[in-house]
């Protein structure tokens, strides 16, 4: 994983090109390296590159085509409207970081950024998503670029641009798609040696939404069909994200948004994940040393499950500028590394640290981490119901030490000794074939755990082991009594359910079942009535709080067979494990913290195996640390 953040010039932020100061580039960049930066994110800004004009005559006839009042020149950069002064710069930049060691990721259609837009004058007032002059300048303009620049050596990866999905709307999921497919042709139509990021977020499934919802027109699949590399934004207290504004940055869930959030885009496209944008909004929500506390955490989470990048935003603080956007919005003005006196931020430090751990260990990339599940994501849910059943959904099972991957409902299904169907709603959020396909797994072995929201089911009763008496509206939540704990689980609906032959697990104190489990062919059934997952995702301390009832134990008791095959067992809750079998039989674990206190490294190792290297006796708080286990006869 690598590790670094993404670039605007610390005297002029979004202006840097218009007021280009090599110096201070210079200065800003080998100040981010010396922080233990490796990879930049840098954004040509769309307007400052391609500042064409267009001009029309009587009738709004079209005359002419110009670039700062002056005819396009007659060269390669000129027909595609590029200022050829800003490419020089570019040029520079990457120059300055391949002196100081940095690669870069190009965000090349950058209309769109920190609540601004910066198209050029020309296309100001079209939708740069859907019209056809804007898309045919895009082409040019990103052909342009790549073409000029791909000889540049510390550039290692292209992108669409800078969440190009705010630009404007798109007509539906076809315009979405076919807008990404120019995009990234014209890029690789110059340059196929690279890799191309998508740049977007906010993404979701497929056909995640039916007519009964908003239409959503970016998909997953179609990034991953057009791009190599899965891009997440996953800042804590989004307005956009319900679950992000439950808990403080420094608790649990907090810590996992960032490694939830690529795996649902990476795991549900099939390629590679970055966390690409992270940080704290404003300090009226988070100190600096809180905020140190939370990238530490959230680093080690994200780099024990894959991420391919990890970028802080951005690398100084710009709360010194005077001009839009940083004077519309607070968010914008200190989520730099460095303050405004180039100061080193208790997060730079972190960032430095973990830098030094990597170079420290004896290989160059983890080893993928072992899974034990399969979450499968349905349909028929809103925006946030998506995310939020399939993050309490992962934090459940790293609360009961199994790893799990995100599938859609859609696609293949993968081979799993377990599987998971969190907040299932409404009559289509799995098709007959698809249900049947997964039933056919359990019939030869697997286990499945169902949960319902608001859905249907067909068949049922053969399946649970129970009869559906009745439905009704619920006026106030479930009480329900499980392992004599007593939880209140709000849900739209009260399923009565008359049981046949299942086990009840939980039940409502007036003894209505809630909670069972049934044999099914050779492999076993859990049906939970009530949408346990979409509830955590609105509770407060659901996942880092001593006193709040034991929710995991809902997981637990379905996962005990796969638990059971794993190397490395805790006791702890709130200390997650990850294994990473190598190649030469041996196995890394990497054990994170999640807590404020430092935790001992008390491990349970299976029986054939021994912790070869190990030479802490504490886990930091918000912190990892990794071991090394071998077969104890080899």
Not at 545 to 557: I, M, S, V
Not at 566 to 585: A, I
Not at 618 to 628: A, N, Q, V
Request: net charge negative.
């Amino acid at each position: 994983m690598q590790i670094g953040c993404n670039y605007w010039a610390s005297h002029a932020g979004t202006r840097m090109w218009e007021v280009w100061d090599e110096n201070i580039v210079r200065k800003d960049l080998k100040r981010l390296a010396e922080t233990g930066c490796e990879l930049l994110r840098v954004f040509p800004n769309w307007r400052d590159f391609q500042p064409i004009e267009i001009h029309y005559t009587h009738g709004g006839a079209f005359r002419d085509v110009s670039m700062k009042g002056v005819r396009l020149p007659d060269t390669l950069c000129g027909h595609a409207g590029v200022d050829e002064v800003m490419l020089r710069r570019f040029r520079k930049l990457t120059e300055i970081a391949e002196e100081n060691g940095l690669k870069l990721v190009v965000s090349l259609v950058t209309g769109w950024m920190s609540g601004s837009y910066y198209t050029p004058p020309a296309l100001e007032k079209l939708n740069p998503l859907t019209d056809p002059l804007a898309q045919k300048w895009q082409i040019r303009f990103v052909r342009c670029l790549v073409r000029e620049l791909k000889d540049c050596p510390a550039i290692q990866m292209w992108e669409l641009g800078n969440e190009c999905n705010c630009m404007g709307k798109a007509a539906d999921k076809s315009g979405a798609w076919i807008w990404s497919y120019l995009i990234s042709s014209a890029i690789r139509l110059e340059d196929r040696s690279r890799p191309v990021a998508s740049g977007m977020h906010g993404l979701m499934p497929n056909d995640q939404f039916p007519s009964v919802w908003e239409p959503h027109e970016w998909s997953i699949q179609d990034q991953g069909e057009l791009c190599d590399l899965m891009t997440a934004h996953p800042y804590p207290h989004s307005p956009s994200k319900a679950a992000a504004r439950v808990d403080p940055h420094n608790s649990m869930r907090t810590a996992f948004q960032a490694t939830v959030e690529m795996l649902y885009y990476a795991d549900i496209a099939g390629r590679p994940g970055a966390v690409e944008e992270i940080g704290t909004f404003s300090p009226s929500y988070c100190a600096e040393t809180e905020k140190a506390q939370f990238i530490c955490n959230s680093l080690y989470n994200a780099w024990a499950h894959g991420a391919k990048n990890f970028l802080w935003w951005c690398g100084f603080d710009q709360r010194h500028l005077k001009f839009p956007p940083y004077e519309w919005s607070a968010w914008e003005r200190e989520l730099g590394l460095f303050d405004p006196e180039f100061n080193p931020k208790p997060v730079a430090g972190v960032m430095k640290a973990f830098h030094e751990f990597k170079r420290a260990l004896p290989f160059d990339q983890l080893p993928p981490f072992r899974r034990d599940a399969v979450c499968i994501v349905t349909r028929a849910q809103k925006f946030d119901d998506s995310l939020t059943n399939s993050w309490s959904a992962f934090l459940l099972a790293k609360q009961n030490h199994f790893d799990l991957r995100f599938s859609y409902v859609a696609d293949e299904l993968p081979e799993a000794p377990l599987y998971l169907l969190p907040g299932l709603n409404g009559a289509d959020g799995i098709y007959g074939y698809e249900f049947n396909t997964l039933l056919e797994k359990v019939r030869n072995g697997a286990t499945l755990y169902l949960s319902l929201n608001d859905g249907a089911l067909a068949p049922f009763e053969e399946v649970f082991g129970v009869e559906a008496v009745g439905r009704e509206m619920r006026t106030a939540p479930a009480e329900v009594e499980m392992n004599g704990e007593r939880f209140l689980l709000p849900s739209p609906y009260r399923l009565s359910l008359r049981n046949i032959h299942a086990e009840i697990l939980a039940h409502e104190t007036d003894g209505n079942p809630v909670f069972v489990r049934a044999s099914y062919g050779k492999g076993m059934v859990y049906l939970l009535t009530l949408p346990l997952e979409l509830d955590l995702g609105a509770r407060p301390g659901a996942f880092h709080k001593q006193n709040e009832p034991r929710w995991r134990d809902f997981y637990k008791l379905l996962s005990e067979e796969v638990v059971s095959k794993r190397l490395v067992h805790t006791d702890n809750p709130f200390v997650t494990l990850t294994e990473h079998p190598d190649q030469e039989g041996g196995c890394w674990v990497v054990a994170v913290n999640n807590t404020p206190v430092s935790l001992p490294m008390e491990f349970h190792v299976a029986d054939a195996w021994r912790i070869e290297t190990a030479d802490e006796e504490e886990i930091p708080p918000f912190s990892g640390r990794i071991l090394k286990l071998r077969l104890r006869f080899v």
